[in-house]
């Protein structure tokens, strides 16, 4: 017994998030490391106190996360709250709540877990406040004429038809326009319609009522319901299979519909923003679009355009996402060389924002802080042949973690990693080894 | 701060029983954990309701302490003299042992409101009463001192006689021992 709460100590001592339970006079009796480092208390400071004077959130009195588990009969997850730490600094924290029973199911205290928010809060300040347009980096001629759009159809419930490549930004596009428009307090669904088969897409969007299929052992309300009074994103709407493409068009023309199995008809107020990689004329021509959905969708086309097409952006972008991932990995760095934004401005970017995102989160990683990356740092299919003059920066000089992070970053593809590194793959495979990897 | 409202105790004990009803069986287990929530935020109100339904399965001493409070917030203070006698009678240091600190006795809060208010005087029996109650938990002597007042305003009430007399053979006791040492 005791070794087994031994190796269960050992465990929750591993996790990144803190964990403490409180036993039924709300006493902490467990308290592990990460609880430690993020609070700044040690354990044998803690355990044994009334969890509301360590912590001294502002739910401890209004909101307690374990009363409102015990008042209600579910778990709590995701709660978002702030406490404070040993020094009295604020930490913004996500809470997740439950009860601890014995073998008889009798309440003998809770468990709550909690991760620190700080670095993700200061990203998203930062995301929301050092962009051109509600998250949308961009100040090129074609962007800033998608900027107008938006502005103009605030006030409006059009239907919105965005079209760009992949990794063009079309999301965020359908964000700035929730964003603008009268339904921002409202729902925001997104839906992704390419990824799920036919019958399911349809369970998805529209809901199905119990017995509907074999799987469905409850009624499950659709997007499109849960989305009523606000807004829906239809991504990839040109994936959509030709029976619900029609199902679509009556929610389009009078706004109604049937859950799965049901016959009872629902009428639901959802304004539509429908988004596409794919070439429309060719979709309709061959028959896997209808022409009517088409022409009901495309109220409002906003065409995204290529990264390739808006180059002047890229300076701007590189400067957004290198600020983002210096947060995000706790790095400093002031910017990159000039060679790397010669390779910016060179490379085509198929994959577009994205593409390029990926790049700079790349560099990030492999870079040491308080530096310029280099442009050696980036990506093999973007610096092509260049050699990096600088004492290198790669192989024996990358950290055991950040190692480990580009091996993640390339699915474990040792070949490709140490190809990236300019090593053999026997020496990828030596230092492995040597920290204890394989 | 005393929760006594415009309703007479009559009206208060049915309304308890009502709700005492409608709680389901499955919920009681959650009552313990649920009354000490309320009990360290002061609500004790909907602190007494969760303990006393819990005291139907689990006659803890700790879930007694903390129900003998609550009646006195809520003007309950058959119950909570019944209670308390009950408890001393079987030992006195069960309430005079308290630690008000590591069990976030509310006590002492709540005598310093009672004392400070514009409307304290000591001849009103139930507020001597309650002082008596609440002082117990923190310090045994003025504890006596406020029940030999009640003592005096109303000599009819038995049960409050005889815990005045517990009390008063503790603090002779206690009188006693420190002589001796």
Known sequence: ML???ATTNEVLDSLAEGVFTVDNNFKINFFNEAAEKITGRSRKDVIGNFCKDIFKSELCSS??????????????FDLESQIQNSNGDIIPIRINAALIRNKSSEPTGGVISFRDMSAYKEIKKYLEHQTQFYGIVGISKPIREIYSLITEIANTDATVFIYGETGTGKEMIADAI??????????FVKVNCSVLPPQLLASELFGHSKGAFTDAIKERVGRFEFADGGTILLDEVAEMPLQMQLQLLRVIQVGTFERLGESITRKVDVRIIASTNIKLKDAIENGSFREDLFYRLNVIPIEVPPLRCRKEDIPLLVSHFLKKYSLYYKKDFSDFDNKSYEIFSQYDWPGNIRELENAIEYAVIRSKSNETICACNLPGHLKGNFKCTKVSEVSGDVSNSDLLKLLETNHWNKTKVAKELGINRSTLWRKLKSIGVE | MLQHNALSHRKITIKLIYLR?????????????????Y????????????????????SSDSIKKKLII???QSGLFNEAIKMLHDLINRDINLITKTKIKEE??????????????????????????????????CDIYKSKFYFSLACELNQSDNLVLKIFNMISNCVNNNLNNNSQS
């Not at chain 1, 374990?66 to 209600?72: N, P, Y």
């Not at chain 2, 009990?39 to 689990?58: G, M, T």
């Open chain 2, 70 to 72: 609550c009646y006195t």
């Open chain 2, 39 to 58: 009990f360290h935020q002061r609500k004790f109100l909907s602190a007494q309701r969760q303990l006393e339904q819990s005291l139907k399965f689990n």
């Open chain 2, 21 to 37: 009803h409608s709680y389901c069986a499955s919920c009681l287990d959650m009552s313990e954990m649920l009354g000490n929530f």
């Open chain 2, 104 to 137: 976030n006795c509310p006590c002492a809060d709540l005598i310093y409101e009672i004392e400070n208010s514009p409307n304290f005087t000591r001849d009103d029996y139930e507020q001597m009463l309650m002082l008596g109650i609440l002082w117990l938990y």
């Open chain 1, 3 to 5: 070794k087994e709460e």
């Open chain 1, 178 to 187: 929730h964003s603008t428009s009268n339904r921002k307090n409202k729902k």
């Open chain 1, 63 to 76: 909101k307690c996360p374990i009363a409102t588990v015990l008042e209600k009969g579910k778990s709590v």
